[in-house]
């Protein structure tokens, strides 16, 4: 089959995109919730997985409560600075927000090394010592949403937001399983794939959402 080039500009291609998405999701007829669509969408874009379509997983009322968030000024901690840098902060700014990645911070290597546990997992707990609404973006590392599980049992931190995507084996399922238990809203790609694009793209779906909706 040959394959042609199409000379498409930057906000074409995205059109395009979406356009190619919503065609193989009815071609493999699958039916999204309408008010999930945008995220799952997202995802599919970054990914080129349709897969996601099956496996993204939404407590209740997920996206008003996320969006009320970031009204009130929440803040987003990611767990890696590819998705810090992934995030689009225009809307987060217009509600006093902004995002935040402790995983280069030299008191959180030292503690980790202190501690014997990954930098990810102490980064959750310099998170828990902000005192503004978060909602977490976690896309890499698995012992960030376990430690992250274990703060909020602890009464430690109440997140506004789960976002529980790390893409790996070990302990990757576990560690989902563990938020997909709890009682915070989240939103959850099950099984082993994810990354820091899915939960990026996940936070900008919620944003493009918000920003499309604004003075409605």
């Known amino acids: 089959m040959k394959i042609e080039y199409e000379h498409l500009l930057p906000m074409e291609i995205e059109k395009k995109s979406f356009e190619m998405i919503s065609e193989e999701l009815d071609r493999q007829s699958i039916r999204l919730d309408p008010e999930l669509e945008p995220v799952i969408k997202r995802v599919i874009h970054a990914t080129a997985d349709f897969e996601y379509a099956k496996t993204l997983t939404f407590s209740p009322n997920v996206l008003t409560l996320a969006t009320q968030a970031i009204r009130e000024g929440a803040c987003i901690v990611t767990d890696t600075r590819m998705a810090q840098a992934g995030i689009h902060k225009n809307v987060l700014d217009k509600f006093g927000g902004r995002v935040y990645n402790f995983i280069t911070d030299e008191d959180v290597a030292r503690r980790a090394k202190e501690y014997g546990t990954t930098r990810s997992a102490v980064c959750m707990d310099k998170a828990a010592e902000l005192n503004v609404p978060l909602i977490f973006a976690i896309g890499n590392a698995p012992t960030a949403l376990i430690r992250l599980y274990e703060l909020i049992r602890e009464g430690r931190i109440r997140p506004k937001l789960i976002i529980g995507a790390p893409v790996g084996f070990v302990n990757v399922e576990y560690a989902k399983e563990l938020i997909l238990g709890s009682d915070v809203p989240?939103?959850?790609?099950?099984?082993?794939?994810?990354?820091?694009?899915?939960?990026?793209?996940?936070?900008?779906?919620?944003?493009?959402?918000?920003d499309e909706t604004r003075g409605r």
């Open 186 to 210: 989240f939103i959850v790609a099950c099984g082993r794939k994810g990354g820091s694009s899915v939960a990026a793209a996940i936070c900008n779906a919620i944003l493009y959402r918000m």
